[in-house]
T-cell receptor, first 115, second 114 residues
Framework: QQQVKQSPQSLIVQKGGISIINCAYENTAFDYFPWYQQFPGKGPALLIAIRPDVSEKKEGRFTISFNKSAKQFSLHIMDSQPGDSATYFCAASLAGGTSYGKLTFGQGTILTVHP | DAGVTQSPTHLIKTRGQQVTLRCSPKSGHDTVSWYQQALGQGPQFIFQYYEEEERQRGNFPDRFSGHQFPNYSSELNVNALLLGDSALYLC?????????????FGPGTRLTVL
């Protein structure tokens, strides 16, 4: 019940295209859903995050879409650029209690944007 | 404003040895979480420290232990190293108040066990 499943494992997009990465979760008690970007040899960097009380959040070229009933959320990268080539992780955490602040990560998606 | 810092950057140990990794949180943060990231995998939660105590723990054996100091910095100790402990060890800091979930990660320590 603590799993977060991410797809696809890898994604190739042309410059200017839209990159879409999907995640599904089982535990309905999750209430915080961040996306992280990781470059080789670096730690994950927070991109954008959402809570279940909204269905969409946009920050610049990055948008999270959230479907509470389907227990799915996705990251959309508009106008993808070669500099966006990195590994992307979705994650989820619980509101409180003994598991407060524990992030459960998906397996990651390697995004390659061709010029 | 310095972000999360970790030391050392890289470390090579042999099986059976012990290792200590260090983390300094982002300014203003009082909570430190440790994660293990195997090659090609997502980070796995090890444990979290708040107010110098282990607040919660993931599914890791007792060989993994930690400590948080009064200045909020933290150490991760791993005893009796196994080949499978080879990974990138990430430290993340956050503010421990309720409703604040944002965790900021450091660059990690790459541990290789031979």
């Amino acid at each position: 019940q603590q799993q977060v499943k991410q797809s696809p494992q890898s994604l190739i997009v042309q410059k200017g295209g839209i990159s879409i990465i999907n995640c599904a979760y089982e535990n309905t008690a999750f209430d915080y859903f961040p996306w992280y970007q990781q470059f080789p040899g670096k730690g994950p960097a927070l991109l954008i995050a959402i809570r279940p009380d909204v269905s969409e959040k946009k920050e610049g070229r990055f948008t999270i879409s959230f479907n509470k009933s389907a227990k799915q959320f996705s990251l959309h990268i508009m106008d993808s650029q070669p500099g966006d080539s990195a590994t992307y992780f979705c994650a989820a955490s619980l509101a409180g209690g003994t598991s407060y602040g524990k992030l459960t990560f998906g397996q990651g998606t390697i995004l390659t944007v061709h010029p | 404003d310095a972000g999360v810092t970790q030391s050392p950057t890289h470390l090579i140990k042999t099986r059976g040895q012990q290792v200590t990794l260090r983390c300094s949180p982002k300014s203003g943060h009082d909570t430190v979480s440790w994660y293990q990231q195997a090659l090609g995998q997502g980070p796995q939660f090890i444990f979290q420290y708040y107010e110098e105590e282990e607040r919660q723990r993931g599914n890791f054996p007792d060989r993994f232990s930690g400590h948080q100091f009064p200045n909020y910095s933290s150490e991760l100790n791993v005893n009796a190293l196994l080949l499978g402990d080879s990974a990138l060890y990430l430290c993340a800091s956050s503010f421990g108040g309720w409703g604040t979930d944002t965790q900021y990660f450091g660059p990690g320590t790459r541990l290789t066990v031979l």
